[in-house]
């Protein structure tokens, strides 16, 4: 029997809302958890709709984990991993980034992604450490099994069902022992993997290898390794290991007016290594070629890369009132004059604050900005926050008279999905600010591009849930380096962690009770959280405690136990029971025991009633570009309502150039 998966879908009826958000009464324009998607592709937008995708009723739990195996294969390519360093690992180490935002990773991260998905449709997993590899394996049947979605294999047994990694470890080592010849002699192992025209690894090696489907001449369907590399690895007896990871992210998106996502097939040479991988191999492969060999199995009719680039772009028209239909604050502002947005009085200041959110990782960006600045004791500035707003700092002052401005911002939001800009405008009516455009450009996986094959596809563009509802997170490293600058940490996020030690990559029990505690606030009212950590607790009487309050600390409500024995694990939990209209509140994990107690990460997400989202339906426009023969065509559609569904025709080998979404 299958056991329930720790984290539950947050569901919750339509609400409509129009709400102020600011000391001026107004009316949101924006709509959430969009997305887009081709009848190419599976809908892999959030870890729950990948399970609906690959999962069928009726599977066994040796099928449902070999469908969770495929859907690492598909959209995940073996190669340096990408860095967010939110996490002890340094690496993205979440099943929905691996699959939407980049399409890639090393084999830690693929054992995550098989860890994450089987525990979320209920099974138990683990890591293992082999020589130069590592691997993650489920639970089902009263025993373990290996899956290995990095280089695309599992073993099947000649006597039926699947091996784990100590059943591998033992043939190889026994085969090892009867023929010592070969031990510590890769050379050796290559030369029997290639004698008899490549079989011979076949006829004369361990039974369960040769047993082994994946296997083309002896080598992993990507070809870069081989029968030989599986002999030298899995001679050890292996380490268990929680390649932990993170839950909650998703691939949805939003629009309000003047903003456009567009998803580009290629890449621009931008990548979330660039500042420490200037050349990265994989910008320029495309499959079938090389070690993208195995893509058309996997994907059949793909002939896209492994990076592609793009550009999330908001230039509201700030005469029309656009900037109030999608700004945090937007206060003591008016609109028109010598000045397309000035402050309403010459007293007080007019403040606007503008988030930026993607669903696809920041690389950088740039505010392109039109003032007027009248005299010297007039005022118009740009501040910039990636905590969530907690802090802000100024990137530019206009200068006096007329100026037209492109403000950097530099690597403040490299690997940040969210960010907001304070634009604040104090003086005469005759200062202001004419044109502001903010643009960022952005990291997908072109797999889940919503590409065309030849002849009839079926588009669907569609709301994944409430429209009405947005999420805020809370990620960041824990680390006791000051200088740290690469994402968010405890610090610039206002986690304060009390009678624990502080070391970089990890918090540590040291005795008594420790506590982490983490702030958390939304714009709006919420409707529910979902949150978790990859922890350790060897002992059995060590635990991590977590717990939930609303009204700052004066009250706890339980809100989850992560329990000893165990080198590690990761769990995720939701909380829905939360008190009318609250914004505010704090998570706090509680260590106790008698062991080793750590936590290496942890993630909230806050859902919440989004004061910004528009009470009624604004239609936008999808627009797909691609070439036919190297002739660039385009179909562009106005999207009605929720849930869309409308055809693209193409002709003979469409190469897709990219797809656009904008509420103009």
């Given at each position: 029997m299958r056991r329930p998966g720790p984290l539950c879908v947050l569901t919750c009826s339509i609400l409509m809302l129009g709400a102020a958000a600011s000391a001026q009464s107004r009316t949101g324009g924006r709509i959430n958890n969009l997305k887009g998607l081709s009848d190419k592709i599976d809908d892999v937008t959030t870890a729950e709709n990948i399970l609906?995708?690959?999962?069928?009723?009726?599977?066994?739990?040796?099928?449902?984990?070999?469908?969770?195996?495929?859907?690492?294969?598909?959209?995940?390519?073996?190669?340096?991993?990408?860095?967010?360093?939110?996490?002890?690992?340094?690496?993205?180490?979440?099943?929905?980034?691996?699959?939407?935002?980049?399409?890639?990773?090393?084999?830690?991260?693929?054992?995550?992604?098989?860890?994450?998905?089987?525990?979320?449709?209920?099974?138990?997993?683990?890591?293992?450490?082999?020589?130069?590899?590592?691997?993650?394996?489920?639970?089902?049947?009263?025993?373990?099994?290996?899956?290995?979605?990095?280089?695309?294999?599992?073993?099947?047994?000649?006597?039926?069902?699947?091996?784990?990694?100590?059943?591998?470890?033992?043939?190889?080592?026994?085969?090892?022992?009867?023929?010592?010849?070969?031990?510590?002699?890769?050379?050796?192992?290559?030369?029997?993997?290639?004698?008899?025209?490549?079989?011979?690894?076949?006829?004369?090696?361990?039974?369960?290898?040769?047993?082994?489907?994946?296997?083309?001449?002896?080598?992993?369907?990507?070809?870069?390794?081989?029968?030989?590399?599986?002999?030298?690895?899995?001679?050890?007896?292996?380490?268990?290991?929680?390649?932990?990871?993170?839950?909650?992210?998703?691939a949805l998106f939003s629009l309000r007016p003047g903003e456009s996502i567009v998803r580009e097939a290629g890449n621009r040479g931008l990548h979330v290594n660039r500042a420490q991988m200037a050349s990265f191999d994989d910008l320029s492969k495309h499959a079938p070629a090389g070690d993208l060999a195995y893509v058309p199995d996997a994907m059949p009719g793909f002939t896209g890369g492994v990076v592609?680039?793009?550009?999330?772009?908001?230039?509201?028209?700030?005469?029309?009132?656009?900037?109030?239909?999608?700004?945090?604050?937007?206060?003591?502002?008016?609109?028109?004059?010598?000045?397309?947005?000035?402050?309403?009085?010459?007293?007080?200041?007019?403040?606007?604050?503008?988030?930026?959110?993607?669903?696809?990782?920041?690389?950088?960006?740039?505010?392109?900005?039109?003032?007027?600045?009248?005299?010297?004791?007039?005022?118009?500035?740009?501040?910039?926050?990636?905590?969530?707003?907690?802090?802000?700092?100024?990137?530019?002052?206009?200068?006096?008279?007329?100026?037209?401005?492109?403000?950097?911002?530099?690597?403040?939001?490299?690997?940040?999905?969210?960010?907001?800009?304070?634009?604040?405008?104090?003086?005469?009516?005759?200062?202001?600010?004419?044109?502001?455009?903010?643009?960022?450009?952005?990291?997908?996986?072109?797999?889940?591009?919503?590409?065309?094959?030849?002849?009839?596809?079926?588009?669907?563009?569609?709301?994944?849930?409430?429209?009405?509802?947005?999420?805020?997170?809370?990620?960041?490293?824990?680390?006791?380096?000051?200088?740290?600058?690469?994402?968010?940490?405890?610090?610039?996020?206002?986690?304060?962690?009390?009678?624990?030690?502080?070391r970089d990559e990890a918090l540590w029990w040291k005795g008594g009770s420790g506590t982490l505690t983490v702030p958390f606030e939304t714009p709006g009212d919420m409707v529910g959280l979902r949150y978790g950590a990859q922890i350790r607790a060897r002992g059995v009487k060590d635990l991590v405690a977590l717990s939930l309050s609303f009204d700052g600390g004066k009250s706890w409500r339980d809100a989850g136990r992560i329990a000893g024995p165990t080198p590690g694990t990761t769990r995720y939990f939701q909380f829905t029971a939360l008190p009318p209209g609250v914004r505010k509140g704090l998570l706090r994990f509680t260590l106790t025991g008698d062991n080793t107690v750590g936590i290496f990460n942890f993630r909230l997400d806050a859902d919440y009633k989004d004061t910004l989202a528009s009470a009624a339906f604004r239609p936008f426009t999808v627009t797909h570009r691609w070439r036919e023969n190297g002739e660039l065509k385009s179909k562009s559609v106005q999207i009605p309502h929720l849930p869309y569904e409308y055809n693209i025709v193409a002709g003979t080998n469409p190469e897709m150039d990219s797809v656009t979404y904008e509420m103009k």
């Open positions: 609906k995708a690959f999962i069928k009723p009726g599977m066994t739990d040796e099928q449902r984990s070999i469908a969770l195996w495929k859907a690492g294969v598909k959209y995940r390519h073996q190669t340096a991993p990408p860095n967010e360093y939110l996490s002890a690992d340094w690496e993205a180490h979440d099943p929905v980034k691996l699959f939407n935002v980049y399409g890639y990773c090393m084999c830690c991260c693929a054992s995550s992604i098989v860890e994450a998905l089987n525990r979320l449709d209920g099974r138990e997993t683990r890591g293992r450490i082999l020589n130069g590899h590592s691997v993650p394996e489920v639970e089902y049947g009263g025993a373990w099994h290996l899956f290995d979605c990095s280089l695309l294999n599992y073993f099947p047994k000649p006597e039926g069902g699947l091996a784990s990694v100590d059943e591998i470890s033992a043939s190889i080592q026994n085969w090892l022992a009867a023929h010592p010849e070969m031990q510590g002699k890769p050379d050796k192992l290559f030369e029997l993997m290639k004698s008899d025209g490549w079989m011979g690894w076949k006829e004369r090696g361990p039974a369960l290898l040769a047993n082994n489907p994946f296997y083309k001449f002896g080598y992993w369907p990507a070809r870069t390794h081989g029968w030989d590399a599986t002999m030298s690895e899995y001679n050890t007896k292996a380490g268990v290991y929680e390649y932990g990871y993170q839950l909650g992210h998703r592609a680039n793009g550009t999330h772009r908001y230039a509201p028209n700030l005469g029309a009132g656009e900037l109030a239909l999608g700004a945090l604050t937007y206060d003591g502002l008016a609109t028109g004059g010598p000045a397309a947005l000035h402050a309403a009085a010459s007293a007080k200041p007019g403040v606007a604050v503008i988030e930026m959110n993607s669903p696809y990782v920041y690389l950088g960006g740039r505010v392109r900005i039109s003032a007027i600045r009248r005299s010297a004791s007039d005022r118009i500035t740009l501040s910039l926050s990636t905590n969530n707003g907690r802090s802000f700092r100024q990137i530019w002052s206009a200068a006096q008279g007329s100026s037209d401005a492109r403000v950097d911002l530099g690597v403040a939001v490299v690997r940040r999905y969210a960010y907001q800009l304070k634009l604040e405008v104090a003086g005469s009516p005759g200062s202001g600010v004419n044109t502001i455009a903010i643009e960022s450009d952005i990291q997908h996986a072109p797999r889940t591009l919503p590409w065309l094959g030849k002849g009839s596809n079926t588009i669907t563009i569609a709301a994944d849930s409430n429209p009405h509802i947005a999420t805020r997170t809370v990620a960041c490293r824990i680390t006791a380096d000051p200088q740290f600058d690469k994402n968010e940490t405890l610090g610039s996020m206002g986690a304060a962690p009390d009678n624990l030690d502080l």
